[in-house]
């Protein structure tokens, strides 16, 4: 993340995405890890041309690199400032993949109603058109402001 050379109007993440020092990351901050920062680290280490100690994990990394990749697509067109039916669908069509393979890479895991949701996004695309019109990255902000004033404890 800290070697990534992004645009400036592109939201940043912590340097040190996942150390406990780096805190909670906002929503935007998730936004611009999935489709950017994500990505490229991922296709770095695993894409075409990457070496792997056996064909077996190679098979079992790509699966993973191609879920994940469903997930970024869907991301991606959520966010897009434009959209359309056929877009709103294929969003669809890259969560209910992502969505579908869940259990057979990750066994032990247990679906939340988040995985749910996502698919009235769909929904919500088709009603309200592009999410950056409808989204709460603006209160998520105010919030944040909110939490960090000090009020000892009391009200008023």
């Known amino acids: ?3 990534t050379s992004v ?4 939201g940043s993440v912590p340097s040190n995405f996942g150390d406990v020092s780096a805190g909670t990351i906002k929503a935007d ?3 611009s890890l999935i489709m950017v920062y994500l990505p490229i680290a991922l296709l770095s280490l695993w894409g075409a041309g990457t070496s792997h100690p ?6 079992r990394i790509r699966g993973i690199l191609d879920h994940t990749m469903e997930l970024v697509c869907a991301v991606y067109l959520a966010c897009a400032r434009t959209m ?6 294929a969003y669809r069509s890259h969560i209910a993949a992502y969505v579908g393979m869940l259990k057979e ?7 939340r109603p988040n995985h749910h949701a996502s698919f ?8 309200f058109g592009p999410a950056h019109s409808w ?5 998520e902000r105010l919030i944040g402001i909110l939490q960090r004033l000090p009020v000892n404890h009391k009200i008023g």
Request: proline share 7%; aromatic share 20%; hydrophobic share 50%.
């Open 1 to 3: 993340i800290r070697d």
């Open 7 to 10: 645009p400036t109007w592109l």
């Open 29 to 31: 901050e998730w936004r």
């Open 54 to 59: 056996s064909d077996e994990l190679a098979v």
């Open 84 to 89: 359309t039916a056929r877009r709103a669908q």
């Open 105 to 111: 890479i990750h066994p032990a895991f247990s679906l």
């Open 120 to 127: 009235h996004i769909y929904d919500f695309l088709l009603l």
């Open 135 to 139: 989204w709460c990255f603006p209160f």
